[in-house]
C-alpha cells in the first residue's frame, strides 16, 4: 500500500490580514502511519515537529539522499524517542527529498505524531 501524505502547513506571514480568524495559521500533529510509512512534499524547506505521545519509547526513520554537492547522507535511522519526547528539524529539499520530491517518515507506532511547516 502507498504511503500516507502529510501536508504541510503554510504559517502565516508577518504582514497577514488582521482579522480575527486569519491572525494565526492553524495545525493539529498528525499520526504516523506505522505500516505504509508517510511522506511530505518538500517543494520548499519544512520545520518538521515530531512527538511521542506514547507511555514508551518509539523510533522514527527518516530517508535521505544524495545532495547538490555529491554527499550521500544515510539518512536518520531509527531515532528513539522517549516517552513523551519531542523534537524538531529542518529538512532542505535539496538534501532530503527523493526523486518524486517527497520526504520519506517510517515511525514505530501511531502513537508518534507530526506537524510540517513550511519555511
Do not use: C, H
Not at 74 to 97: D, Q
Amino acid at each position: 500500500m502507498a504511503a500516507t501524505r502529510v501536508t504541510p502547513i503554510e504559517p502565516t506571514g508577518s504582514y497577514a490580514d488582521e482579522a480575527a480568524a486569519t491572525q494565526f495559521a492553524t495545525s493539529s500533529p498528525t499520526a504516523l502511519d506505522a505500516t505504509n510509512g508517510n511522506i511530505i512534499s518538500l517543494d520548499t524547506n519544512i520545520l518538521l515537529f515530531i512527538e511521542n505521545t506514547d507511555v514508551g519509547a518509539q523510533t522514527v526513520t527518516i530517508t535521505g539522499v544524495a545532495d547538490a554537492f555529491g554527499r550521500y547522507n544515510t539518512g536518520i535511522s531509527a531515532y528513539s524517542l522517549g516517552a513523551g519526547a519531542k523534537v524538531s528539524r529542518i529538512f532542505k529539499r535539496n538534501a532530503w527529498a527523493d526523486a518524486a520530491g517527497d520526504l520519506n517518515i517510517t515511525g514505530s507506532s501511531t502513537n508518534i505524531e507530526l506537524t510540517a511547516y513550511k519555511i
